[in-house]
């Protein structure tokens, strides 16, 4: 089979699931994954002749795409911050909105080159600690998750990337104190109610873990509860802790930090113009 012919049973395979750009967008990071070729040598090469190893990884990958796995977990792999990170079943993927928070720190930190220590709650595949430590090579960086195999993720990212960053595995909600004092303190926790299922997709409903994902309808700010209480002991005198937020509880959870001893919280939004992060400091 040649690569024009592949391309096209590929497309055809998945239409009706997909939109046609988004099935060719899986097309060509697979073509670079399985074959190496770039998409500007697919469009030199699609008269190549394939294997039948090449062929049956294809089929293999289109088969997990009808299923609505994300390509991301079947590359294994992604990009965050214009940097690459491994990805597996045991961590959320990465979003754009999240590179936005990311963003916002390092700006924060452009005029400052002070040596400043980070901790990051809830880090998955360490996207966000891993990011700020290559951004902010002054950092000392730190990363708390409960999951073991999503720390162990999270290292081998921190090797791919070539920082350091020290991870420690531990239930944040059971967590007394922090062992330092922070200057910057940055969560993205679990903050979707179960009552918002409905409106998710199912390549993230039957695939991301969900531990990640939910809280209660009943306690949907328990984990920033959680963390705010601890940052307000554990943050220096100019710190700043932030988060990534629930877009429909943006005004409850800026209430909540103010409530707990924060004077300056500022609400931003997200590239979609939802209410997506917070910031949080004294004046």
Not at 12 to 35: M, P, Q, R, V, W
Not at 56 to 77: C, T, V
Not at 85 to 100: D, H, K, Q, W
């Amino acid at each position: 089979m040649k690569i024009k012919d592949l391309r096209t049973s590929f497309v055809n395979s998945l239409s009706g699931l997909y939109d046609s750009t988004e099935i060719l967008s899986f097309f060509y990071l697979l073509s670079e994954e399985i074959l190496g070729l770039t998409r500007v040598n697919v469009a030199i090469n699609l008269d190549k002749i394939l294997s039948d190893d090449e062929i049956s990884d294809f089929d293999a990958a289109k088969n997990r795409l009808l299923h609505q796995e994300p390509i991301q977990y079947i590359i294994g792999k992604t990009d965050f911050y214009g940097l690459p990170f491994a990805v597996s079943e045991n961590v959320l993927i990465p979003r754009p909105e999240t590179e936005e928070l990311v963003d916002w720190i390092i700006k924060d930190r452009l005029n400052s080159n002070d040596p400043i220590a980070i901790l990051d709650i809830g880090t998955g595949s360490g996207c966000i600690a891993i990011s700020l430590a290559k951004k902010i090579p002054e950092a000392r960086v730190y990363a708390i998750d409960i999951s073991e195999p999503a720390i162990k993720v999270a290292e081998e990212n921190a090797k791919l990337n070539k920082v350091n960053v020290t991870f420690i595995k531990a239930n944040i909600l059971e967590t007394q104190d922090l062992s330092i004092d922070f200057d910057v303190i940055v969560s993205n926790p679990p903050y979707v109610r179960e009552l918002e299922k409905i409106e998710m997709k199912p390549n993230v409903l039957d695939n991301e873990p969900s531990r990640a994902l939910f809280v209660s309808d009943d306690q949907p700010l328990v984990f920033y509860e959680k963390i705010t209480s601890l940052a307000k002991n554990k943050l220096k005198k100019e710190g700043s802790l932030y988060f990534e937020i629930n877009q429909y509880l943006g005004l409850e959870t800026k209430d909540m930090i103010e409530n707990l001893g924060f004077t300056s919280v500022e609400i931003r939004k997200d590239l979609y113009g939802n209410d997506r992060m917070i910031k949080a400091c004294f004046d």
